[in-house]
T-cell receptor, first 114, second 115 residues
Framework: DTAVSQTPKYLVTQMGNDKSIKCEQNLGHDTMYWYKQDSKKFLKIMFSYNNKELIINETVPNRFSPKSPDKAHLNLHINSLELGDSAVYFC?????????????FGPGTRLLVL | AQSVAQPEDQVNVAEGNPLTVKCTYSVSGNPYLFWYVQYPNRGLQFLLKYITGDNLVKGSYGFEAEFNKSQTSFHLKKPSALVSDSALYFCAVRGLGGGADGLTFGKGTHLIIQP
């Protein structure tokens, strides 16, 4: 069984569109994250979400908004897509928000904005 | 602010030889250190972590890493490389605060094992 899953796996869209990426974890974890991996493979935290507390990386544009309907899901909504949003987006989860907790990653969603 | 440096973009090793992938870190206080591996078009897989205690940490697939506080390093090692170890390896650090900061990753090191 997949521990952290994301849909879709690939997403190709036009500039200006609004899109969503879904993430689900079946590990029973209570903390979830979104990371962005750029074309040079550099990974950067975008959000972390724990017990309804959302922590936003200050460099993330407000066009990006995470939404968590329940503990097992953290979806990513992106408004007014731009060319620079093209990247691979990874969802992750951990048991607790402590620094020592291992984060488990989903397979990634490859977003291409044309 | 915390940071991680992986000084080598690529490491080439012959199959059967020992391998080392280097990582140094900077963080306030005691660090939590992680290694992840990424195969092409796949997500990140957790290999091992250092939290506290023994400086030599053993992980998945025969990998181990040695925490060296004085050198602020956490190098990944394996005694005998396999072709299947070829992948992109990331070192990551997290401070005691956890939560908001998430993991801070190095830029990654491509490990190529030659038959």
């Amino acid at each position: 069984d997949t521990a952290v899953s994301q849909t879709p796996k690939y997403l190709v869209t036009q500039m200006g569109n609004d899109k969503s990426i879904k993430c689900e974890q079946n590990l029973g974890h209570d903390t979830m994250y979104w990371y962005k991996q750029d074309s040079k493979k550099f990974l950067k935290i975008m959000f972390s979400y724990n017990n309804k507390e959302l922590i936003i990386n200050e460099t993330v544009p407000n066009r990006f908004s995470p939404k968590s309907p329940d503990k097992a899901h953290l979806n990513l909504h992106i408004n007014s897509l731009e060319l620079g949003d093209s990247a691979v987006y990874f969802c992750a989860s951990s048991q607790g928000a402590g620094g020592q907790e291992t984060q488990y990653f989903g397979p990634g969603t490859r977003l291409l904005v044309l | 602010a915390q940071s991680v440096a992986q000084p080598e973009d690529q490491v080439n090793v012959a199959e059967g030889n020992p391998l080392t992938v280097k990582c140094t870190y900077s963080v306030s206080g005691n660090p939590y250190l992680f290694w992840y591996v990424q195969y092409p078009n796949r997500g990140l897989q957790f290999l091992l972590k250092y939290i506290t205690g023994d400086n030599l940490v053993k992980g998945s697939y025969g990998f181990e890493a040695e925490f060296n506080k004085s050198q602020t390093s956490f190098h990944l090692k394996k005694p005998s490389a396999l072709v299947s170890d070829s992948a992109l390896y990331f070192c990551a650090v997290r401070g005691l605060g956890g939560g908001a900061d998430g993991l801070t990753f190095g830029k990654g090191t491509h490990l190529i094992i030659q038959p």
